[in-house]
């Protein structure tokens, strides 16, 4: 069965910490996706990679990193978390072509 | 630039009752289109998707979505709704680069 998992359900951090985020997929995607998801807005595109140790801005990348130094690993990084970072954040990862994006649980971040 | 709209913030529903929830898109080339459902504090899950061939796509938990190319819309579909379909739902549409373009959701909401 499909396997996409995130480091934690539930996190809260205070303003100016480094936050890490994990994602680990099991199914030897070479696509891997980090979303934020607010209310009424959907899910709007962070970061994603499409290999290993490569990474490509999405469309609200603003205050924070990635790292993927392992194919099955893909990890978002708040450098220094604020509070208008508190979102729930899903990872999500896809095979080539037409493959299906499969999400992890998610994590709901609350930074104070 | 590809993009989709969910029309309605929330739909209500009678169990027993069919379901429709609308969605439409926009995109240059040939539209991928995918549905989503969000349980509350839960990750996103797969219920179907549009590539090509039949304009009636069957997906899980009795769903189906019907592709409209002239109205560029892809609404998603049941016969009779249950009280355990209460969720968010996500319509998104693929773009050149395995990347998804979320809509901001709909709640359905199915009433005993």
């Known amino acids: 069965d499909v396997k996409v998992t995130q480091s934690s359900r539930y996190l809260v951090k205070r303003t100016g910490e480094k936050v890490f985020l994990e994602c680990v997929q099991d199914?030897?995607?070479?696509?891997m996706f980090w979303y934020r998801q607010d209310p009424g807005l959907g899910l709007r595109l962070i970061y994603f990679?499409?290999?290993?140790?490569?990474?490509e801005k999405g469309d609200i990348p603003e205050g924070y990193s990635v790292s993927r130094e392992k194919k099955e690993r893909f990890s978002l990084i708040l450098e220094s978390a604020s509070t208008n970072q508190t979102s729930m954040y899903l990872c999500?990862?896809?095979?080539?072509?037409?493959?299906?994006?499969?999400f992890g649980p998610g994590t709901r971040l609350t930074v104070l | 630039a590809q993009s989709v709209a969910q029309p309605e913030d929330q739909v209500n529903v009678a169990e027993g009752n069919p379901l429709t929830v609308k969605c439409t898109y926009s995109v240059s080339g040939n539209p991928y289109l995918f549905w989503y459902v969000q349980y509350p504090n839960r990750g996103l899950q797969f219920l179907l998707k549009?590539?090509?061939?039949?304009?009636l796509v069957k997906g899980s938990y009795g769903f189906e979505a019907e592709f409209n190319k002239s109205q560029t819309s892809f609404h998603l579909k049941k016969p009779s709704a249950l009280v355990s379909d209460s969720a968010l739902y996500f319509c998104?549409?693929?773009?050149?680069?395995?990347?998804?373009?979320f809509g901001a959701g709909t709640i359905l909401r199915v009433k005993s």
């Open positions: 990679s499409y290999d290993v140790k490569m990474k």
């Open positions: 199914m030897d995607h070479e696509n």
């Open positions: 998104a549409v693929r773009d050149s680069r395995d990347k998804l373009v």
């Open positions: 549009y590539i090509t061939g039949d304009n």
């Open positions: 999500a990862s896809t095979g080539t072509g037409f493959d299906t994006q499969y």
